[in-house]
């Protein structure tokens, strides 16, 4: 079974940056988008951000303007580029891959790391 390999989080101050990553641990076929999710003590799972097949990128407005989120199709990996993080960005970073094989569309999942951002 593949999984998602995800590495980068830590303990950040305020202002500072992070680089996360998110890597399969073997084959993928038919990546579509690759997304990065959040997720905060008490609060829901919520959408950072998406890189698209085509390279087209959204973001959460929160995180815009400071996070960019880029991927390596040869090697089938997402990053998250976080700058100027503030506090209210502690969480913990899932990362996402939709694949769209022979009509079915299928998900996978990173293990999530924990991001701390202190004030």
């Known amino acids: 079974q593949v999984q998602l390999v995800e590495s980068g989080g830590g303990l950040v101050q305020a202002g500072g940056s992070l680089r996360l990553s998110c890597a399969p641990s073997g084959v993928i076929f038919s990546i579509r988008d690759m997304s990065w999710y959040r997720q905060a003590p008490g609060k829901l799972r919520e959408l950072v951000g998406t890189?698209?097949?085509?390279?087209?990128?959204t973001y959460a407005d929160s995180v815009k303007g400071r996070f960019t989120i880029s991927r390596d199709n040869a090697k089938n990996t997402v990053y998250l580029q976080m700058n100027s993080l503030k506090p209210e960005d502690t969480a913990v970073y899932y990362c996402?891959?939709?694949?769209?094989?022979?009509?079915?569309?299928?998900?996978?999942w990173g293990q999530g790391t924990q991001v701390t951002v202190s004030s």
């Open positions: 996402n891959v939709h694949v769209s094989l022979f009509g079915k569309e299928y998900d996978y």
């Open positions: 890189t698209a097949v085509g390279g087209g990128t």
